[in-house]
């Protein structure tokens, strides 16, 4: 079964750090990124990395902040977070490619969601 996780989400602090991560299994996919939704809020992008790790794009309000990995042979890819904002809290999902391209910030060529883990970061 082809299915993502997500973990690591959690309550901090503003200017602290978290480390989300998401398993992927039953297929190596060939674009994976993170998407955020806040309360209220549409859906959108985070970061993105392609199959190889030698793409990565991020939104613009998490660059310098933000970095995106990824471990082919655990077939996961973490959100690495740092000085986090009230702003940033949102439910973080997962999201996988299979189509041989990469997505990047591109919403729907993304095939398959996590369902998702709540970030919280208080003032």
């Known amino acids: 079964q082809v299915q993502l996780v997500e973990s690591g989400g959690g309550l901090v602090q503003a200017g602290e750090s978290l480390r989300l991560s998401c398993a992927a299994s039953g297929y190596t996919f060939w674009s994976m990124g993170w998407f955020r939704q806040a309360p209220g809020k549409e859906r959108e992008f985070v970061a993105a990395?392609?199959?190889?790790?030698?793409?990565?794009d991020y939104a613009d309000s998490v660059k310098g902040r933000f970095t995106i990995s990824r471990d082919k042979a655990k077939n996961t890819v973490y959100l690495q977070m740092n000085s986090l904002k009230p702003e940033d809290t949102a439910v973080y999902y997962c999201?996988?490619?299979?189509?041989?391209?990469?997505?990047?910030?591109?919403?729907?060529?993304?095939?398959?969601w996590g369902r998702g883990t709540q970030v919280t970061v208080s003032s």
């Open positions: 990395i392609s199959w190889s790790g030698g793409s990565t």
């Open positions: 999201a996988a490619g299979t189509a041989p391209r990469y997505a990047a910030g591109t919403a729907p060529r993304y095939d398959l």
